[in-house]
Structure formats: structure tokens, C-alpha cells
């Protein structure tokens, strides 16, 4: 079985997503389960993880009704104010949804680059372990100091980090992500990515082998144990097609056993996410 770990759904709308911006028209359109069922049959995907693409709960919600009608989207990762002083009322409101599998905040776009370690931020982080989710890490390597002390704060709190933190693959540059990607994987609560990458790259120009150096990082850091695949579709469609995007990682990994080939698949996103 093969689990695409990492994409999104919505009904665009500018004022919704406005992080959608000029040069980015090809994601200004409704991309629902409809549209993306057709590409993993394609590619020989079984399952999916649905990732949060707005900050409202009722991004959670919505998320989780589309995974209630399309058995394909095998979990959810949502959104809620962690920040909030009634997170856990928040996240009551889905105690009993098996699909919800983790949150995610949008980090990357925060511009205090220690976010991450307020204090009413962490109080959020603190409170997922009684519900069982998986907390998404969404950064740029500019932030990996402040989510690796974050991950070293909550021992027993599971962790993925998504796009292995965005590196700057456009400009071939490896320090200081390559010596901060190392020091994050030194905890064994926290997981990795191998997605989001063409969208770092050179849009229109991008070979796999641009990709490479950075994966044999993450695979050195992490280890086969350690690693799940995710498209980022339909955000990955910016620079390349379904198909072209998810063979990068599954195209590095065939140099792994087939035992290894099929944890990263399957086994990891399973026991990561609970699926």
C-alpha cells in the first residue's frame, strides 16, 4: 500500500486564501477529492493524508466531511487555535472523529521566527497527547532552531516536519538547514517529508537531481524509519504535474530494500499518524 502523506483540498476563494497570489493562477480553482482521486489511481497511490490549507476550524471540519464520503483520504491534519485559552474545547469538538489525525499551523508565514516557543503556543502543543494527534511542522530552515528546541520540549509528543523545512533548493544552498535538519533528527519523537520540494526548486527548470542532495541528508538524518512521501498536491502543480512530483521521492528511495521502500510507503505513515 502506498500513502501520499501530504495534500490539500479547497474551494478557492480569494479572500480565503490569499496566499495565493499573482504568478501562482493555477491554484486559484476549486481542487476537491474528485479531482485528485483519478491521479492516485494513475500512480498507483492508495491513501491519503489531507492537510490544512486555512486557519479556521472550520477548515478541520470541512476536511474531515470529504473524508467521510472518499474512503481514500485515510486521515486528516487540521487546524486549531492552539494559541487559544479554549484550545481544548476546540479540540473536544473531534475526540471521537477517527479520520483527525494531527494540526497544523502555517509557521512559515509567522514573521517572529521563535513563534513556535511562546508560551501560549507551547500551552497548545501540550494539550495534543491526550487527543493522539500528530503535530505537522511547518517552517522555513530560518525556523528550525526555534522547532528544534521545540521538539526537545515535549519529548512524548509526536512530530512530522513537513517539506523537509523548505531549503532553498533554487539556490543549491545546504547550510545552515543541512547541520540544523541533523540536529532536529537527533530527536526520536519527531519524523520527516520527503515533500514540497519542486515549489523550492526552479519552477520551470528543474531536474531530480536538483532534489537529490537534499534528500540524502534527510535520509542519512532521519533514516528509512523516519520517513513518509507526500505530493503536496495541488500546490506542487505550481511546478510540476502529480505524476513528475511524487516520483522524485519514490524514484530516490528504490535504491532502499524493499522492506525500507515499503515503511516509508506504508508502515510509517501508519504508525506516525495512526492511520
Known sequence: MKID???????????????????MEVLAQDRLPADLEPLLKANGIDGTVAVQARQVVEET?????????????????GWVDLRSPDVEAQLERFRDSTRLVGVRHVVQDEPDEKFVLREDFMRGIGKL??????????????QLPAAIKL???????????????????????MSPWESDIRKLASFENISCK????VTE???????????????????????????????DWPVCTLAGQYGSVISIAADFIAQLSDNEQKAIWERNPERIYGL
Open 194 to 197: 520527503l515533500s514540497g520540494m
Open 5 to 23: 502523506t501530504h495534500q490539500h483540498f479547497w474551494k478557492y476563494s480569494k479572500e480565503q486564501y490569499p496566499w495565493i497570489g499573482e504568478g
Open 151 to 173: 521538539v526537545k520540549r515535549f519529548p512524548d509528543q509526536v512530530f512530522i516536519l513537513d517539506h523537509i523545512a523548505k531549503p532553498y533548493i533554487k539556490d543549491k544552498q
Open 201 to 231: 526548486a526552479d519552477w520551470h527548470n528543474w531536474t531530480a537531481e536538483d532534489f537529490r542532495p537534499y534528500m540524502e541528508v534527510v535520509l542519512e538524518a532521519f533514516g528509512a524509519e523516519r520517513l513518509t512521501i507526500g505530493s
Open 61 to 77: 471540519e470541512a476536511l474531515l466531511a470529504m473524508a467521510e464520503e472518499y474512503d481514500f483520504i485515510r486521515g486528516v491534519v
Open 129 to 142: 497527547k491526550a487527543y493522539d494527534l500528530v503535530y505537522d511542522i511547518l517552517v522555513f530552515p530560518h
